[in-house]
T-cell receptor, first 117, second 109 residues
Framework: DAGVIQSPRHEVTEMGQEVTLRCKPI?????LFWYRQTMMRGLELLIY????????DSGMPEDRFSAKMPNASFSTLKIQPSEPRDSAVYFC???????????????FGPGTRLTVL | LAKTTQPISMDSYEGQEVNITCSHN???????ITWYQQFPSQGPRFIIQ???TKVTNEVASLFIPADRKSSTLSLPRVSLSDTAVYYC??????????FGGGTRLMVKP
């Protein structure tokens, strides 16, 4: 398997523009996670899905952020409108089983480095 | 979610054994302790996970005392390529991983 695939790897946009980040989880994985990493705040969980259904979105910073998972092999994270403070590396991760009880591990993608000017 | 505390940074030399200790005083009965490694410009990568006593794999060992309020990740004979950030996490009932600041390990020649 190619692992978790994210696109684009780099995105530079101007403030106010819509940004869409894409993720393809590992085939057969039922859980998908979106993270954001910055120097100031470290690695933060934004939202996660189980079987394409959003389970916990308490980490989504505000209404400008939205995430969807239309099918088991594809998810998007959208920011509209984007702001300079959204600049960060966004990671997608997936796992086969629940993480609780030491059942599984998360596999991370290479990340998308977003710069909002 | 149990909070973890670990050193911000550590230095070592090639060939040495490195031990990184993490404290998690309010760990719950069913929580597991997990360590991830992150290289620059890459996503975190799972290293090892344990519940109690000692766990060993081809990469590292994890030592957990009986009270489980701390854990120690041991990397035998580190090389320059082990330079990375190491995160200690406590995984509880939910599916959420809470990453702290991590320990930045610098291996010198």
């Amino acid at each position: 398997d190619a692992g978790v695939i994210q696109s684009p790897r780099h995105e530079v946009t101007e403030m106010g523009q819509e940004v869409t980040l894409r993720c393809k989880p590992i085939s057969g994985h039922d859980y998908l996670f979106w993270y954001r990493q910055t120097m100031m705040r470290g690695l933060e969980l934004l939202i996660y899905f189980n079987n394409n259904v959003p389970i916990d979105d308490s980490g989504m910073p505000e209404d400008r952020f939205s995430a969807k998972m239309p099918n088991a092999s594809f998810s998007t994270l959208k920011i509209q409108p984007s702001e300079p403070r959204d600049s960060a590396v966004y990671f997608c991760a997936s796992s086969f089983r629940p993480l609780a009880g030491g059942q599984d591990e998360q596999f991370f993608g290479p990340g998308t480095r977003l710069t909002v000017l | 979610l149990a909070k973890t505390t670990q050193p911000i940074s550590m230095d070592s030399y090639e060939g040495q054994e490195v031990n990184i200790t993490c404290s998690h005083n309010n760990i719950a009965t069913n929580d597991y302790i997990t360590w991830y490694q992150q290289f620059p410009s890459q996503g975190p990568r799972f290293i090892i996970q344990g519940y109690k006593t000692k766990v060993t794999n081809e990469v590292a060992s994890l030592f957990i005392p009986a009270d489980r309020k701390s854990s120690t990740l041991s990397l035998p004979r580190v090389s320059l390529s082990d330079t990375a950030v190491y995160y200690c996490l406590v995984v509880g009932a939910g599916n959420m991983l809470t990453f702290g600041g991590g320990t930045r390990l610098m291996v010198k020649p």
